[in-house]
């Protein structure tokens, strides 16, 4: 299909793992976020790309969450260590430009044990 | 910091009820403000969007109004049906900035 995305949709790992999630984003889209949603929350920003480049990762909780995007397409959100409170979903979303209109993955549900 | 309160569900109403779901904000300078909704098992998508005070966004039969003077974008419609049955996320985007800043969004069940 022609939408954002993500895999994988479900993920379980345990406590100390390592987790990558991916995010295929509309082509063409120069702009890709990362927002994380937790339990009866809204979703949180985490990181925007801007090309290659993260113009902003303000959102990054600590050191333990890093994201990438080498070709300026497809991106990686690396979790390190996992811990139980890193359980939530995890969205991307893609837009033309930074002033355009988000569209949405469906997300990866991330469950550490 | 910018933040968004709106109203938490669940709601559950009937099948051509009046919808209304509040929504006030808090941010520096003049944020753009939007409505999304997820659908069940689907992505979150824009429901509708204004940009500066007293625009009206529209769509799908739902209406927001950007009031500057008591900072609020409540979503209304007149007659809901089944398929709005959804979780509908008040945002705003302050001017500057890429980041959306989204309320805790609210759960809608419309029976028939």
């Known amino acids: 299909g022609a939408g954002v995305s993500q895999t994988p949709s479900n993920k379980v790992t345990e406590k100390g793992k390592y987790v990558e999630l991916r995010c295929d984003p509309i082509?063409?889209?120069?702009?890709l976020y990362w927002y994380r949603q937790s339990l009866g929350q809204g979703p949180e920003f985490l990181i925007y790309?801007?090309?290659?480049?993260?113009?902003?990762d303000s959102g990054l909780p600590n050191d333990r969450f890093f994201a990438v995007r080498p070709e300026g397409s497809v991106s990686t959100l690396k979790i390190q260590r996992t811990e139980r409170g890193d359980s939530a979903v995890y969205l991307c979303?893609?837009?033309?430009?930074?002033?355009?209109?988000?569209?949405f993955g469906e997300g990866s549900r991330l469950t550490v044990l | 910091g910018d933040s968004v309160t709106q109203m938490e569900g669940p709601v559950t109403l009937s099948e051509e009820a009046f919808l209304t779901i509040n929504c006030t904000y808090t941010?520096?300078?003049?944020?753009?403000l939007f409505w999304y909704v997820q659908y069940p098992g689907e992505g979150l998508q824009l429901l509708l969007k204004?940009?500066?005070?007293?625009d009206k966004g529209s769509n799908k039969g739902f209406e927001a109004t950007y009031r500057k003077e008591t900072t609020s974008f409540h979503l209304e419609k007149g007659s809901v049906q089944v398929s709005d049955s959804a979780v509908y996320f008040c945002?705003?985007?302050?001017?500057?900035?890429?980041?959306?800043?989204f309320g805790k969004g609210m759960k809608l069940t419309v029976n028939p």
């Open positions: 082509s063409g889209h120069t702009a």
């Open positions: 204004a940009t500066k005070a007293d």
């Open positions: 790309f801007q090309g290659t480049g993260a113009a902003d």
């Open positions: 941010a520096t300078g003049y944020p753009s």
């Open positions: 979303a893609s837009s033309v430009d930074p002033t355009g209109e988000l569209f």
């Open positions: 945002a705003l985007r302050a001017g500057g900035s890429e980041k959306l800043v």
